[in-house]
């Protein structure tokens, strides 16, 4: 017989303690946790920033309109209200792990690049093309 190795999904599920992103509605930007799952569709969310204008309050929120993140509060009791959350929530340094993640990063680079003008983009183009060509050439030699 042949040794098969069997490992668990490595999919984001969604669960109490799971940090989401708004990417819709009125919170639109801003983090949260999961507090409670109140069906398949939608859950309890809350999102005790410490800076004001990231506070997201305690409300319900649809599944669609959020993105599940890989930071994960452990250990969050069910339903915890909003001061056990935020102890938690500063406990487990939710806000510098999201700043230092790479999906924060790619939001914030494609936003810079949305604010680009053309000339702008086009010099970003011709950085990139020289790049290209340094790399090439350092493998050509490499190669030969």
């Not at 004001?52 to 319900?60: A, D, G, N, T």
């Not at 209200?81 to 487990?92: C, D, I, M, N, R």
């Amino acid at each position: 017989m042949a040794d098969i190795d069997v490992t668990a999904s490595t999919w984001r599920q969604v669960e109490v303690g799971r940090v989401v992103f708004f990417g819709a509605g009125p919170f639109t930007g801003r983090i949260a946790t999961i507090a409670e799952i109140i069906d398949h569709k939608r859950v309890l969310v809350e999102g005790p920033s410490a800076k004001p204008e990231l506070v997201v309050p305690r409300h319900s929120a649809p599944l669609s309109s959020v993105s599940l993140t890989s930071i994960v509060i452990d250990k969050l009791p069910r339903a915890s209200g909003p001061a056990a959350l935020k102890k938690k929530w500063e406990e487990a340094e939710v806000d510098s792990k999201w700043i230092n993640g790479s999906f924060a990063k790619k939001l914030e680079k494609s936003a810079r690049r949305k604010q680009l003008s053309d000339f702008e983009r086009f010099k970003v183009t011709r950085l990139r093309k020289q790049a290209r060509f340094e790399v090439r050439k350092a493998i050509a030699q490499a190669k030969a």
